[in-house]
């Protein structure tokens, strides 16, 4: 089967502009993750989609983050305007749905640099 | 969701078991002990999952503790390609309201040739 996509794999922006990163899950997988990857930290998790309804969003900063998913399949995270401590690996998950705990499946990521 | 302890880095001979610990003091009944592993500039890639039996699949095998509070996970014939930063996470399995994973900041693991 396919594996997570996303785009763009890198992006460089300057502070104060906005961004925004795609993510399509792997078919059929209802619940859909974005995580923010900081250098030499593991991932956190940013948000959590069930379907197209939000189940977590506790770590994500709303003043400047947002992310949708529409449909319920795939899903967009923006950020605006960026700030210099924003530079990290975006990384998109999915699992499925009625598996319950079951393993999570990740992309490749995306890199933003902000100047 | 419990905290895991685990050494910032570790190295092992190509061809050699590679063996992972990681402490869970903490552990709730109902929590399970999770392995990701991330190559470099890739997504986390699961590895195994367990509750309180050892379980084995093709990548590797885990090994826990009768009172939980620690495992390991071992790779039988460590290979280059197996360079990675290894992660420990415990969280509710099945039946959580989320499926929720906290990373720590992991074992990188450098295979040695």
């Known amino acids: 089967e396919a594996g997570v996509a996303q785009s763009p794999r890198y992006k460089i922006i300057e502070k104060r502009q906005s961004v925004a990163f795609w993510c399509n899950p792997i078919s059929g997988h209802a619940t859909l993750y974005w995580y923010q990857q900081i250098l030499g930290q593991g991932p956190k998790l940013l948000i959590q989609f069930q379907n197209n309804g939000v189940v977590d969003d506790s770590q994500l900063p709303k003043d400047r983050f947002s992310a949708e998913r529409l449909k319920g399949v795939d899903s967009t995270l923006k950020i605006q305007p960026a700030k210099l401590e924003d530079s990290a690996v975006y990384l998109c998950?999915?699992?499925?749905?009625?598996?319950?705990?079951?393993?999570?499946?990740f992309g490749p990521g995306t890199r933003l640099t902000v100047t | 969701d419990a905290k895991t302890t685990q050494p910032p880095s570790m190295d092992c001979a190509e061809g050699r078991a590679a063996n992972l610990p990681c402490n869970h003091s903490?552990?709730?009944?109902?929590?399970?002990v999770y392995w990701y592993r991330q190559i470099h500039s890739q997504g986390p890639q699961y590895i195994i999952h367990?509750?309180?039996n050892n379980e084995t699949n093709e990548m590797a095998s885990l090994i826990i503790t009768e009172d939980r509070k620690s495992s390991t996970l071992i790779l039988p014939h460590a290979t280059l390609r197996d360079t990675a930063v290894y992660y420990c996470i415990v969280r509710v399995g099945y039946g959580g309201a989320t499926n929720k994973l906290i990373f720590g900041t992991g074992t990188l693991l450098a295979v040695q040739p």
């Open positions: 903490t552990i709730s009944g109902n929590e399970y």
């Open positions: 998950a999915s699992s499925p749905e009625l598996r319950g705990g079951y393993e999570q499946y």
């Open positions: 367990g509750l309180k």
